[in-house]
């Protein structure tokens, strides 16, 4: 079973940056996308950005779009996530999180994710 493991998140000021990382723990991991999702204290779980392991998709939610990027390293089987421009609406829970197959209705629900890491706090302070 394969293990996601997050890293980065901390304590930033509005407007600044933080960089997420992820590692899948086996080196054999060949998920179709590897992507990020965030959860606000009583708020759902919801999407951020997914990366297709192949490259041939990018998929950013509209609440980060020209502020956040994703990218991966299929040699290292890690995805990144950074965070410029921060806003105290970005304070979450950020999880990372894989799809196994492709499902196009489900690439931006955390439904459709077959593995998670634990997450990572962001907490960006007014």
């Known amino acids: 079973q394969v293990q996601l493991v997050e890293s980065g998140g901390g304590l930033v000021q509005t407007g600044g940056s933080l960089r997420l990382s992820c590692a899948a723990s086996i080196r054999t991991f060949s998920p179709y996308g590897m992507g990020w999702f965030r959860q606000a204290p009583g708020k759902e779980r919801e999407f951020v950005a997914l990366v297709a392991w192949n490259g041939g998709l990018t998929v950013i939610a509209e609440s980060v779009k020209g502020r956040f990027t994703i990218s991966r390293d299929n040699a290292k089987n890690t995805v990144d996530l950074q965070m410029n421009g921060l806003k105290p609406e970005d304070t979450a829970v950020y999880y990372c999180?894989?799809?196994?197959?492709?499902?196009?209705?489900?690439?931006?629900?955390?439904?459709?994710?077959?593995?998670w890491g634990r997450g990572t706090l962001v907490t960006v302070s007014s």
């Open positions: 999180a894989a799809c196994m197959t492709y499902m196009p209705t489900r690439l931006t629900s955390p439904s459709g994710m077959d593995h």
